[in-house]
């Protein structure tokens, strides 16, 4: 061991700000935090030497990682056996890279990571990031899709021009992400989680500032205080495995080692992380797969992607949000391929640019789709992915793959300069192939248009793999889909109100939750317990293996002892419905629990001469729906009503995010069409209305519904068939030159349209 330099500081106890003009910044520090500051001056200043006598020459600390490595020095190798041609070569031409650049342990570990949880039966996602692009990673069955099917490159994940170890991220069961950990420390030597920082900023600490009793300044403690780390926390998803334990600082008293030490310090000190994350959307997957028994989803199933093409997504991965579902229906997705593009164009910057549009037009052939390349058929000549831009600059240019990604990351840059000298080599390229001026000049001026909208296609395909599975299963098996869907939201009474309305839409009778284990009627669905306030699963169980003599409210607050509060949510949720016949009996019964009456002693008292009464009332619709929105945040049950004139279902507006006329019933500002009810936001007279509403309630219009004759939509631009679907006989769609013609009952999948007034 080197001799290090020392000096003397035992006349100093803890250094704990640099400067004495620094104390502010500190106290301020110790404020926040709620902890008191030391008494007296523990700045560096304090030392009897000058503090310049600290310093020595640099020594490097390393930190001796190495991960699990495989027996056989060519193990990747093993696995090529069994591949035929064009899989093969892309096999082998990708595993002499990672070995020659000594990854071949980080793949091992990711493998092994990968089987355990195949082992223990926890689902793996298909694949996250540009790891998807590796055939490597495809055999290995560390990702489940062909990067050759989808036309991926290797080199967007690993090239001999990126020096920086490969970055793996796993997608499992959130639940079982905990169990995949301990199994991995008993498999591993040493796995640890590591740690993140939050950090003070401005705005916090202004928030900060304004709730402490004692006064500082902020432009003396923020230029000190910005910056600095707030608190520890455990990463969501990083990971450290190694073949030994590793001598670092571990966060005390946690149930699973957790390192000190964040992503960005352990990359210094050169220790690789892999990343596993927890994924509620793989765990609802599987609940929902093993309930039906399905092992295996077919690769392009027609009613699934017609359903997306519709916007119906609500729980569907990647496509639940409003805009979304709009997305959906001008993409109208109808393959794997076209579900990427959605997934890619569904993002900030491609919505800011409306490149959703463009791309939707160019398919429906409202506009023209010109390809610079053949590389661009693909998403109709706009370069959508990153892989296009290199596929572009290789063939164009003459670009290797390495270099193709480097000119990738380069034009992605916000800086001009950069962009420039990228730009500038590819026109050298294209020169020297002899293209012409002009086709140079329109390859640049695409780029330049488009270059900072593209996304990574590898990771785009593998999650429209997951997106497309999700919606599999709600299209073939709606009911347990909702079942399942109902219990991982169970707190947002919203996403509930949603489900219900498109339950609704596809034909399907909702009704209040239930006691009873199973619904065996066909197209009826309870809602499950757990969407009441205060019903976990555990107490929901425990509600439906109650013996059937217990199943009444008086024995069932005396058995599982429900607070007053949830029980009365039980009620007005229509629990009890069957029970007692209807709500008003059962609300009379909770009344009688309430007020202490024994029903079984009531006889007995009467014969003595002593009444006992309970206050008389009665329950209209109204009044349950208004139950039914303090027990569930929603009314649940519509009003009994047969409108005169048909327009469009209540339940497919709001669960289609679609703004279409609706005839409704409006009662003290409930509004229902037979089907479904609303509670409308605004006011709005009582009566047969004909409404057009946003999704949220809000009224746009609002009409006696005696008064409208028809609906007109109105129709530009170029469509097909799939542009359309059945509507009412009082909606008519008006078709622009040059056919000038009314079509009946039949409405566009763009809400554009004209109320024509008697």
């Not at 790891?131 to 690993?158: A, H, K, W």
């Not at 050298?428 to 001026?437: A, I, K, L, T, V």
């Amino acid at each position: 061991i080197p001799e290090v330099p020392s000096v003397d500081v035992s006349d100093v106890h803890h250094v704990l700000y640099l400067r004495k003009n620094h104390r502010e910044a500190y106290e301020c520090m110790c404020c926040i935090q709620q902890t008191e500051p030391l008494n007296g001056d523990f700045s560096l200043e304090t030392l009897s030497q000058d503090a310049s006598s600290l310093s020595c020459e640099p020594y490097d600390l390393k930190v001796d990682f190495q991960l699990p490595s495989p027996d056989d020095n060519h193990w990747l190798f093993s696995f090529e056996d069994k591949l035929e041609s064009p899989l093969k070569e892309r096999f082998q031409y990708e595993a002499r890279i990672i070995e020659k650049m000594g990854f071949v342990p980080y793949f091992y570990v990711v493998k092994t990571i990968v089987d355990e949880a195949k082992s223990l039966g926890i689902r793996i996602g298909p694949g996250r990031g540009s790891v998807v692009g590796s055939v490597v990673s495809y055999v290995l069955g560390i990702t489940q899709v062909n990067p050759l099917e989808f036309d991926l490159l290797f080199e967007r994940f690993l090239n001999e021009e990126r020096r920086d170890p490969p970055d793996i991220d796993l997608d499992v069961e959130d639940r079982k992400r905990k169990e995949l950990l301990q199994a991995l420390s008993k498999r591993f030597p040493f796995v640890a989680q590591i740690s993140t920082f939050a950090t003070v900023t401005r705005k916090s600490l202004v928030n900060d500032l304004r709730k402490l009793p004692r006064k500082f300044s902020l432009q003396r403690v923020a230029p000190l205080l910005e910056g600095l780390p707030r608190h520890l926390s455990v990463h969501a998803a990083g990971v450290v495995i190694c073949n030994r334990k590793l001598n670092l600082p571990l966060v005390p008293n946690t149930d699973f080692p957790v390192l000190e030490y964040d992503f960005e310090s352990l990359s210094k000190i050169g220790v690789t992380k892999v990343d596993i994350l927890g994924l509620r959307t793989l765990s609802m997957l599987e609940d929902i797969r093993r309930k039906v028994s399905l092992e295996h989803f077919p690769s392009r199933d027609k009613e699934t992607f017609l359903n997306i093409a519709k916007g119906r997504t609500l729980g569907v991965f990647q496509l639940e949000q409003p805009h979304a579902r709009g997305l959906c229906r001008v993409v109208r997705p109808a393959n794997l391929r076209e579900l990427s593009i959605l997934l890619s164009l569904n993002r900030p910057g491609p919505l800011k640019g409306n490149l959703p549009a463009e791309y939707g037009d160019r398919k429906r052939g409202c506009k023209k789709s010109r390809s610079v390349d053949p590389v661009l058929i693909e998403t109709l000549g706009i370069p959508i992915y990153q892989e296009q831009i290199m596929r572009l600059a290789m063939n164009v240019a003459g670009m290797s793959p390495a270099r193709a990604d480097s000119f990738r990351r380069a034009i992605s840059q916000k800086s001009q300069r950069v962009m420039e000298d990228a730009l500038s080599a590819l026109k050298s390229g294209m020169e020297e192939r002899g293209f012409d001026r002009s086709f140079i000049d329109e390859t640049i001026k695409l780029l330049k248009g488009f270059s900072g909208y593209a996304f990574n296609k590898s990771h785009s395909v593998a999650y429209a793999k997951l997106s497309y599975w999700i919606a599999y299963l709600k299209t073939h098996y709606p009911e347990e889909f909702f079942e399942h869907y109902l219990k991982y939201n169970a707190a947002n009474s919203e996403k509930i109100f949603l489900a219900v309305q498109e339950l609704r839409s596809a034909g399907i009778k909702v009704l209040p939750p239930t006691l009873k284990e199973e619904n065996s009627h066909s197209k009826t669905f309870n809602l499950p317990l757990e969407v009441i306030p205060g019903i976990g699963p555990s107490l929901a169980d425990a509600l439906k293996k109650l013996p059937p003599e217990l199943k009444n409210i008086r024995d069932i607050a005396r058995t599982l002892k429900i607070p007053r509060s949830v029980l009365q949510d039980l009620v007005h949720a229509g629990v009890f419905d069957e029970i007692y016949g209807d709500r008003e009996l059962a609300v009379k019964q909770y009344k009688i629990f309430v007020q202490g009456f024994d029903p079984d002693l009531v006889e007995i008292s009467s014969v003595f001469g002593k009444k006992t009464s309970v206050e008389n009332f009665s329950l209209n619709e109204l009044d349950v729906a208004k139950l039914e929105k303090r027990a569930l945040g929603f009314p649940l049950t519509p009003f009994k009503w047969n409108a005169t004139k048909k327009f469009s279902q209540l339940s497919e507006v709001l669960s289609d995010f679609r703004k279409l006329p609706v005839a409704a019933k409006v009662v003290s500002g409930m509004a229902s069409d037979g089907q479904t009810i609303l509670s409308l936001t605004g006011s709005v007279q009582d009566g047969e209305k004909l409404l057009v509403i946003n999704p949220d309630g809000t009224v746009e219009t609002c009409c006696d519904l005696e008064q409208v004759h028809r609906v007109v939509y109105n129709v530009s631009g170029c469509f097909d068939e799939h542009d359309f679907e059945p509507a009412s006989a009082n909606e008519v769609t008006k078709l622009g030159p040059p056919f000038n013609v009314l079509l009946n009952g039949v409405r566009p999948l763009i809400d554009d349209f004209y109320l024509k007034i008697k």
